[in-house]
């Protein structure tokens, strides 16, 4: 099975994208008006879909069609436009920013829950110089509480900012939020 029929099973019982995460409607650098922004396996769209909703040029990638699915189906509802790319962001080959659309990078990047290192080190080349990532990953302490997400979908303690080659830390935070143990990193690729 692939990963794109694994998801796709999962959210074959979905009809709705769910909330944005807060994580990324509290960023404060988004405020300020950002005109791109791309969301990496978002998911069925709920944070894809806010930030199309703040007026920015929003690419929802993910490797599950049925998601994408509903995330569409959602901006037609709200008569938003979305843009929707399925890809699969695990493959050896990473998508050059070319076939992921942006044709000149976007100005924010957003990633939550979803760990692939190697693209992580390559947030930097989806943005434009100036372009900040977004990123939020449950840390291994978030095992004390919850079961899932299991080991290998989790980071180290101080990891992610690492993992962010080629780009400057706007700030991290590491910690409980509500029952979740996350690391919550903004950062910037220097101009
Ligand atoms: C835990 S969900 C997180 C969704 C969303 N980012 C959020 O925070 O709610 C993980 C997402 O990663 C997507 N995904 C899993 N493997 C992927 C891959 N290889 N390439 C692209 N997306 C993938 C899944 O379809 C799913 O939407």
Redesign the pocket.
């Known amino acids: 099975m692939t990963?794109g029929e694994r998801?796709d099973a999962k959210y074959a019982v979905w009809q709705e994208p769910?909330a944005p995460?807060e994580f990324v409607t509290g960023c404060a650098e988004l405020a300020g008006g950002c005109p791109t922004a791309v969301d990496l396996?978002?998911?069925a769209g709920?944070?894809a879909l806010w930030l199309a909703q703040q007026g920015i040029d929003t690419t929802l990638?993910?490797?599950?069609g049925r998601?994408l699915e509903i995330a569409r189906d959602a901006a037609i509802e709200r008569g938003l436009r979305l843009r929707t790319l399925q890809?699969?962001?695990?493959s050896d080959l990473l998508p050059t920013l070319d076939e992921l659309g942006g044709a000149d990078g976007w100005h924010a990047a957003v990633c939550?829950?979803?760990l692939h290192r190697p693209l992580l080190g390559a947030l930097d080349g989806l943005l434009v110089p100036g372009g900040i990532a977004l990123v939020l990953i449950a840390t291994v302490d978030n095992l004390l509480r919850n079961a899932r997400p299991g080991r290998p979908f989790l980071v180290e303690r101080g990891e992610l900012p690492e993992l962010c080659t080629g780009l400057e830390p706007v700030s991290f935070e590491e910690g409980w939020f509500g029952q979740r143990h996350e690391a919550r990193l903004v950062a910037r690729r220097p101009r």
Do not use: H, M, Q
């Open positions: 990963a998801w769910g995460s396996a978002g998911g709920g944070t990638v993910d490797v599950s998601a890809a699969d962001l695990e939550t829950n979803f």
